[in-house]
């Protein structure tokens, strides 16, 4: 009596979320069905009602940028992949579309260092995975040593080792998170010399580009594009890729 009721519990908690799952994923096909058929319009709005209904994942936002890249929207389709590189950063097809995309609308950026490159290898949830394992194999080893016989040498090793590794990935984190809250322009907007409507222009910030807001008035916000200008924009023609809860 006591299995048939755990049973049926249990059968009553799961039941709705594989049927959750399976039209999550019946959607899903749904919306690759219209990109495949060149309905790109169609693909896009699945796309997003699947994200309104169930949050981001890399599979839908990588495919919704290609959507948008698709219809001629680079600023929206930039964004799209921005968000999913911050859910798989070593993505290398959201990576190879997304430089396609900045390429193919003169967004050239800098060429990224070396140290850079490693820093955005991993996320930042990947790179305090590495100092949670490093401070484990220091905590094993100063444990360990107490019922086994372990060197000074290898005690000495894996302390630096650790103490490195350590170093490297607070270093990638704090860099990592400079650009974990940038913004994408949605569109073309010029930059103005203060927050007002009328105010002289100083600029623009092309659809597309990255920038990093600092100041907020009003319906204006002043940003620091990835080129080095500043000046205010409209909020309504950037967002964030890391949405505010």
Not at 25 to 43: L, P, V, W
């Amino acid at each position: 009596m006591i299995t048939r009721t755990l049973f049926l519990l249990l059968t009553l908690i799961l039941l709705p979320q594989f049927a959750t799952a399976s039209s999550q994923n019946q959607k899903f096909q749904e919306a690759n069905s219209f990109y495949s058929k060149g309905d790109f319009t169609t693909a896009i709005t699945l796309y997003e009602s699947l994200i309104a209904e169930h949050g981001y994942s890399p599979g839908v936002l990588y495919n919704l940028g290609n959507s948008y890249a698709q219809v001629g929207y680079p600023g929206r389709a930039i964004l799209s992949y921005e968000r999913a590189l911050r859910l798989s950063p070593s993505n290398s097809d959201i990576l190879g579309n997304l430089e396609k995309v900045q390429s193919e609308n003169g967004l050239f950026t800098r060429d990224k260092s070396l140290g850079s490159r490693i820093a955005n290898s991993l996320g930042i949830n990947q790179w305090g995975m590495l100092i949670l394992v490093a401070l484990t194999a220091v905590s094993a080893t100063v444990v360990g040593s107490l019922y086994l016989r372990i060197s000074r040498r290898v005690m000495t090793s894996v302390c630096i080792g650790s103490a490195l590794l350590i170093l490297l990935s607070c270093i990638s984190m704090i860099s990592v998170r400079k650009n974990w809250f940038c913004s994408i322009m949605i569109t073309s907007s010029p930059l103005l010399i203060s927050p007002f409507e009328g105010a002289a222009k100083v600029g623009t910030a092309r659809e597309g580009r990255r920038v990093f807001p600092q100041n907020f008035h009003g319906s204006y916000v002043y940003v620091v594009s990835e080129t080095g200008r500043t000046g205010w924009l409209l909020t309504s023609d950037v967002q964030p890729v890391v949405p505010k809860l």
